[in-house]
RNA sequence: GGUCCCUUCGUCUAUCGGUUAGGACACAUGGUUUUCAUCCAUGAAAGAGGGGUUCGAUUCCCCUAGGGACCGCCA
């Protein structure tokens, strides 16, 4: 049997989207469970709309998520001649004509087929006439010569059986007035020539399948395997568009989602196996396969990124995440000093503990971070007098001790608690509040010990 | 309008003819906790509708409804 070869050929028009890389990641995956190959081909051979900037984003993000190609990206324009040369070869053998009706001709034929509510298919007007009736003053198009009668069927690996009727595929066009190759001529040939043994693509593709094969029969080459996956859904139930916000991988990475968490949330988007939800990266390959993938398509739900999010800040060492924040910092926050990096990673076993995202342990770290604390108008109306003397007497005791940590902190406290006949609120609340601006937040000791003494006498003898 | 596809809790899904229809996220309640959270426990929550086939259908078939994709000299 034949290697599994795999691809992912996106189009570099706009940022790709989290449904294209979805997509990528299944061929990716599919392939790593076959111990076979994936490869990256940029389709730009729309020159219009193709843009350098995409193309980057594209790699960046696949790169982003560990979605890794073999070999160099293959860059479907660099490979227009060879395209051309199929068409002519295909022109040859009769397997394709020229059209010389002109645009208008066909833009006319498409509105009375709109107007009369009739669907519109090219009219196979050149299909059969002769090169001695063709206009002298208009270039002509070349079209593939499409089955008329009969039907054909595919065995799709996620749909199933699709059954078409070949007389609703029309002649299509596969070299344009100006001499380019079109999509679906490219694709196959490419595919071809790259020696692509599955074709793992979103359905939006289904139709072209069966215009795609006819080349490949014409050609007599072996087809593909094909299986295409349902498409990513927005919350309204609509098919993702470059223009959905919040759907790049930038997006994500900016509010601080990691790599891991977003792999294994679209791994699970449309796929399944049996009831398992976490999937490590040798997991994921280990069990990826398409009987798995689901034939309605899916929507996106941010809960539920976020919430995976949150397992893997919970579970990733110390060490790691602290390195993925740093990062993290450094690309969307800012450059935090050693001095205080030092003390997040100390503390990061419980800044990260009410953290979904790296961003929420970012402003989980202000307070370490910032060195002036601003205190709002309804946390200061907390600090009462009786509050601020409280605050004094701790100040007081606490700049006799050396050391900070729960066992030379707690007795003060609770000193304090009893003295003034209240609880741990009452002293834990006016504390928190000066040292970190905040009603909520970590637990009293963590703050204070990650502090240190130094900041702790500062920022308490601020307060009159 | 034509062609093709889809339909289990709000969401992602399990079930491959016989289950009290399971899990996860989100949600609600309770408990632990020095606040907020975490954590733990509990709860509410689903087979679109109608016909068949069958001893028995969420599961197989048909119809209806709803949703989606495609219908470019874009990819």
Redesign the pocket.
Known sequence: MKKVATRFAP?P?GPLHIGGVRTALFNWLYSKNHNGKFFLRI?D??KE?SKEEFKLQILNSLKWIGVNHDGEEYIQSKNIESHIKIVNKLLENGNAYKCYCS?DE?EEQ?LRAKQK????IYNRKWRDKSETEAPQDIKP?IRFKSKIEGSTKINDLV??D????NN?IEDF?IL???GTP???LSAPVDDHIMGMTHIIRG??????TFKQIQIYEALRWETPLFAHIP?I?TLE???LSKRDNASTIDDYEKIGIMPDALRNYLI???W?Y??K?IFSLEESIKYFNLE?I??????L?M??IL?MNEYYI?NKSNDDLFQSFEEYCKNFKENINNEKLNIIKKSLTFLK??AKTMEDIYNNSKFIINDEIIIEKAEMSLLTENAKNIIKSFLKKVNEIEVFNKETLEPIINNLISENQTN??GV?QPL?IILTGS???????DIIISLGKKRVLDRLSKVG
């Open positions: 189009s028009t389709e051979t729309d709309r645009s066909i498409k509510k009739i669907p519109y198009v749909q199933g699709i059954k078409i009727e609703t066009i344009r007035r100006d079109t999509y679906n359905d939006d593709h289904k139709i072209n498409l859904h139930g609509k098919k699970r988007l449309g399944s049996k009831d939800e798995g689901g034939k309605s398509p899916s929507k739900d809960s539920r919430s919970k503990n009410k741990f609120k834990g928190r009603k909520f937040g970590p637990g009293i000791y």
